[in-house]
T-cell receptor, first 109, second 111 residues
Framework: QKEVEQNSGPLSVPEGAIASLNCTYS??????FFWYRQYSGKSPELIMS????GDKEDGRFTAQLNKASQYVSLLIRDSQPSDSATYLC?????????FGTGTSLTVIP | SQTIHQWPATLVQPVGSPLSLECTVE??????LYWYRQAAGRGLQLLFY??????ISSEVPQNLSASRPQDRQFILSSKKLLLSDSGFYLC??????????FGQGTRLTVV
């Protein structure tokens, strides 16, 4: 079983809509969770980190963590064409980083 | 702030030639370091993981090797490149339960 699983997409949303990206992980003792954005041909950049159950908001981005369900999500409000990218979920388990395969998001103008 | 310097940004190498990609870390000590490869439109494939000098874990059997001669230096090598070694190579580091930070990546094309 993979440590981190994401729906590869592609996910398409109209401009201004809410994009919802989901991720599940297998290690129950994981404590640190991250969302990265990767534009084509570029290296991933950190968007959000979350360590506690519940929601964490940063501008148009909200990360949600549910440790009981081993589920972490990212909501992007008022989606913009510049949000079109691949979004990678990452988890620290056993002192090692694990990345999901990423979800491709396209925001349609 | 934590920074990874990775070079070169692009590289074209003939089949059978050697390879050496280097990354260096600034702004943190004793980081965990990673080498990933990414095929076009695909996810990150973990190649090597290091928790310290001389400590390398290999995730998949392959034509590549890695070394960590110094705390903040991580090197990816090959003695003879294959066409299948083409891809986008990323070096990443993290200071222990904190976010991972990435180098700019190296686009390797084996011809």
């Amino acid at each position: 079983q993979k440590e981190v699983e994401q729906n590869s997409g592609p996910l398409s949303v109209p401009e201004g809509a809410i994009a919802s990206l989901n991720c599940t992980y297998s290690d129950r003792v994981s404590q640190s969770f991250f969302w990265y954005r990767q534009y084509s041909g570029k290296s991933p950049e950190l968007i959000m980190s979350i360590y506690s159950n519940g929601d964490k908001e940063d501008g148009r981005f909200t990360a949600q963590l549910n440790k009981a369900s081993q589920y972490v999500s990212l909501l992007i409000r008022d989606s913009q064409p510049s949000d079109s990218a691949t979004y990678l979920c990452a988890v620290i388990a056993g002192n090692q980083f694990y990345f999901g395969t990423g979800t491709s998001l396209t925001v349609i103008p | 702030s934590q920074t990874i310097h990775q070079w070169p940004a692009t590289l074209v190498q003939p089949v059978g030639s050697p390879l050496s990609l280097e990354c260096t870390v600034e702004g943190t000590s004793n980081p965990n370091l990673y080498w990933y490869r990414q095929a076009a439109g695909r996810g990150l494939q973990l190649l090597f993981y290091s928790v310290g000098i001389g400590q390398i874990s290999s995730e998949v059997p392959q034509n590549l090797s890695a070394s960590r001669p110094q705390d903040r230096q991580f090197i990816l090598s090959s003695k003879k490149l294959l066409l299948s070694d083409s891809g986008f190579y990323l070096c990443a580091g993290e200071g222990g339960n904190t976010e991972a930070f990435f180098g700019q990546g190296t686009r390797l094309t084996v011809v």
